[in-house]
């Protein structure tokens, strides 16, 4: 049994096969799910787990090169946006919320918080660690 890092066998077994410029998403309980998509669906009631809980873990066994939020989340959701550039640290590029929806459809996985805030979604684009 694993000690430490993803339990969940299904975002696990995914991450294994994440190779470089893989993207996945992380997503509040309102993102549309493109069809084709892979959606690992967390949320067990309103609010929970919530969007920085679920990022906090994956950022620990996830290496990032680039994150991708909507424009919106500035001005509509200014805490989450404080929150999120304190703890992701490498390159952000910001889009509007429909570019970062169509942007989805590439993603290899969306994990589905319970997140109820708006614009509470990111998709992050895998790094090497080498």
């Known amino acids: 049994m694993k000690k430490q890092g993803i339990l969940n066998r ?62 919106e989340m500035a001005s509509q959701n200014a805490p989450l946006y404080k929150a999120v550039h304190d703890i992701v640290d490498t390159a952000f590029e910001e889009v509007s919320h429909e570019q970062l929806k169509a942007l989805s459809a590439k993603a290899k996985v969306i994990i589905r918080t319970g997140e109820a805030t708006p614009y509470a979604n990111i998709l992050l684009q895998s790094g090497v660690i080498f």
Do not use: N, S, W
């Open 10 to 71: 299904e975002l696990a077994g995914i991450f294994a096969r994440i190779g470089h410029t893989d993207q996945i998403m992380i997503a509040d309980c309102g993102l549309p799910i493109p069809d084709g998509v892979t959606c690992i669906d967390l949320a067990y009631k309103i609010g929970e787990p919530g969007f920085m809980a679920i990022l906090e873990v994956v950022l620990a066994d996830y290496k990032t090169e680039k994150a991708i939020i909507a424009t």
